[in-house]
């Protein structure tokens, strides 16, 4: 068990919809990564944020927002979503602003139908 | 930006041997390199790491090297066991030290 946690566990929609998913860093750990898992691109990098300022940008449609909010926490706004969105979402964290190792949450299933 | 390439895309070991699994990478400037095992219906997780002043670096069973004037790196498992099956991917970080890219992953399968 990393310490970070991610909810919903499998999420389930319809083209057109708008999700949020959250997650929860370990504790003590400022900054939060996004990333995309789907099985052509594999992993993604999406956004970093670092207590509650997003610090840098990946491959991140401009449908899909994120924010951290003052208790750390972060979610990641889908909306207008497509088949193509179905993926694996998962969330990374770290202690500080640049400390190398990401431990990683368990992931949240998003099914867009 | 970085680009990590990663070979077998799948390896299929007998228990007991040794696999070997290994990436590339694009961006001399980038300083730190992990590995993560990420088994079913799991996340991620760090195995072992190694950053660009150290050029091998072993935990028990498992081992990575890094060839800095090559760019490349590669992740060694020893006497393999059925519960090494799981999917691998090597990483490498940014010089600003706030991304990771990720190779494209390897499916290991140790049979019994």
């Known amino acids: 068990d990393s310490g970070v946690t991610q909810t919903p566990k499998h999420l389930i929609t319809a083209t057109g919809q708008r999700v949020t998913l959250r997650c929860s860093p370990r504790s003590g750990d400022l900054s939060v990564y996004w990333y995309q898992q789907s099985l052509d691109q594999g992993l993604q990098f999406l956004i970093q944020y670092y207590n509650g300022e997003e610090r840098a940008k990946g491959n991140i449609l401009e449908r899909f927002s994120a924010q951290q909010f003052p208790d750390l926490h972060s979610e990641l706004n889908l909306s207008s979503l497509e088949l193509g969105d179905s993926a694996l979402y998962f969330c990374a964290s770290i202690p500080g602003l640049n400390t190398d190792t990401q431990y990683f949450g368990p992931g949240t299933r998003l099914t867009v139908l | 930006g970085e680009n990590v390439e990663q070979h077998p895309s799948t390896l299929s070991v007998q228990e007991g041997d040794s696999a070997v699994i290994k990436c590339t990478y694009s961006?001399?400037?980038?300083?730190?390199f992990p590995w993560y095992k990420q088994e079913l219906g799991k996340g991620p997780q760090l195995i072992i790491d190694i950053r660009s002043n150290v050029g091998e670096k072993k935990d028990q069973r498992i081992a990575v090297t890094l060839n800095k004037t090559a760019k490349h790196f590669s992740l060694h498992i020893t006497e393999t066991q059925p519960e090494d099956s799981a999917v691998y991917f090597c990483a490498a970080q940014n010089n600003a030290g706030n991304m990771l890219t990720f190779g494209g992953g390897t499916r290991l399968m140790v049979k019994p």
């Open positions: 961006d001399s400037a980038s300083n730190y």
